[in-house]
């Protein structure tokens, strides 16, 4: 079904970034969805064997392809992020479980004073096909961590469809040109903690966060490279790393909520460091 819905051309101009592996079959009903208006459509390809690229200039002409130089959806993103010319920059999943539809709404957002709009499935209004019960738990457990660590009160962490300004970028300090080498095909960020690590950065840049509710569905073709364990252990380890750093940068001030859980962790990378594949 395609969507009818159109950005007023009044409003900024908008890129919409896909991180993409082997989505060829998805990729008609994303397009398909994305509203009028948009100021151009990056499509950041993880070497993908089947059609993808091909697709998604069969369906758009004027998509941008862009090859990412490392792997991982993080990765992708910032490959993405760095060549966007639009104001306004869109996170999008292309396994369909995001609705583009969605987009004036994040956009909204933003024209009503936020510097992101953080998508959440269990803000009043959002709600999800595609989560299982061990995935929701684990994302519950690790938001309470953020939220307690950084003191914010989010609803929801590792879910990847957001809206920002492009003015922020530096913000997110993302690595989208270091090549990989001595066998590492990753850096820190570069894996599917890309959203907490984004989530965190935001939060302690002060930027005005705003959720808006999203409702997820399942995946339409394929299957998801996320494992629920392995990756919800490397989001748990982006979020005592990122405080590490934090507080070797600044001391906190008085009253900031300190647990001292940072201890037991001491053993894992500071950010920066190289991730084998």
Not at 33 to 51: A, N, Y
Not at 98 to 127: C, T
Not at 147 to 158: E, S
Not at 182 to 195: P, T, V
Request: hydrophobic share 40%; aromatic share 6%.
């Amino acid at each position: 079904m395609t969507n009818q819905a159109h950005l007023p051309a009044s409003w900024p101009s908008v890129s919409v970034v896909i991180p993409t592996l082997n989505e060829a079959k998805n990729l008609p009903h994303v397009f398909a969805r994305l509203p009028g208006g948009v100021h151009e459509v990056i499509v950041v390809d993880g070497h993908s064997v089947d059609d993808t690229c091909a697709v998604a200039r069969r369906l758009r002409p004027d998509t941008r392809i862009v090859m990412q130089n490392r792997s991982g959806k993080g990765n992708a993103l910032a490959c993405g992020f760095a060549v966007s010319t639009g104001q306004i920059v869109v996170m999008l999943d292309a396994d369909g479980s995001a609705d583009p539809g969605e987009i004036p709404g994040f956009v909204q957002a933003l024209l009503n004073g936020a510097d992101f709009a953080k998508g959440s499935r269990f803000a009043p209004g959002g709600g999800s096909s595609d989560l299982t019960r061990l995935r929701t738990m684990g994302n519950r457990v690790l938001m309470a961590v953020v939220n307690r660590a950084y003191g914010t009160a989010y609803t929801d962490l590792c879910y990847g469809f957001n809206v920002f300004w492009r003015r922020h970028l530096p913000v997110l300090r993302l690595d989208s040109t270091t090549p990989p080498r001595d066998g590492a095909q990753r850096l820190w960020g570069d894996g599917f903690e890309i959203e907490t690590l984004i989530a965190i950065r935001v939060t302690v840049a002060r930027l005005a966060v705003v959720e808006v509710p999203s409702f997820e569905h399942s995946r339409i073709h394929g299957a998801s490279n996320l494992t629920a364990v392995s990756d919800g252990l490397r989001v748990l380890r982006t979020i005592f790393a990122e405080r590490r750093a934090r507080n070797a940068a600044v001391r906190p001030p008085h009253g900031f909520p300190d647990t001292g859980m940072v201890e037991e962790f001491a053993s894992f990378q500071a950010p920066g460091s190289r991730e084998a594949k």
